[in-house]
């Protein structure tokens, strides 16, 4: 799946690259430095919460064009989601699920955290989400 993204005035495609199998030990690493633990878990954690269908699952590891990255439940099929605190109800794909959850992660660490690398990851992966054909749905739940 692509996006697009401006850089220099010129439109480019924000592409995503799965992790290969034997990479995915140092991808989280590279991303969020020492604090892959308790992001890894705190993903689990939130989807979870927001999704009585989730109950874990094999995750795949995407990087983005734009220095970006994202953790996607691998299912087919929909996820039923709600979200009490900004009353969002409603269905999405397990990788649009997934990528709101990331964004809604990354935003938390960014206050939380006080490091200006996961507001910039926040935005890179926001910038990817935008072109989603969920698109809305990722947005409505994160906002």
């Known amino acids: 799946m692509a996006a697009l993204f401006t850089l220099n005035g010129k439109r480019n495609r924000i592409i995503r690259h799965k992790c290969p ?5 140092m ?8 604090k892959y633990h308790t992001y890894e878990n705190a993903i689990y954690d939130f989807l979870g919460q927001i999704s009585p269908g989730y109950n874990g699952g094999y995750w795949e590891f995407y990087s983005l064009s734009n220095g970006g990255f994202y953790m996607s439940l691998s299912k087919k099929g929909f996820l039923e989601i709600e979200q009490p605190s900004n009353n969002y ?8 699920a ?5 964004l809604y992660i990354l935003g938390h ?9 996961f507001s910039r990851s926040f935005h890179r ?9 969920e698109a809305s749905e990722i947005l409505r739940l994160i906002d």
């Open 89 to 96: 109800k409603g269905t999405m794909s397990a990788d649009a």
């Open 27 to 34: 991808f989280l690493p590279r991303f969020v430095g020492n």
């Open 98 to 102: 997934s990528i709101a959850a990331n």
């Open 125 to 133: 992966l926001r910038d990817y989400a935008i072109q989603h054909p």
């Open 21 to 25: 199998d034997k990479k995915r030990a």
């Open 109 to 117: 660490f960014a206050i939380t955290v006080h490091e200006k690398w």
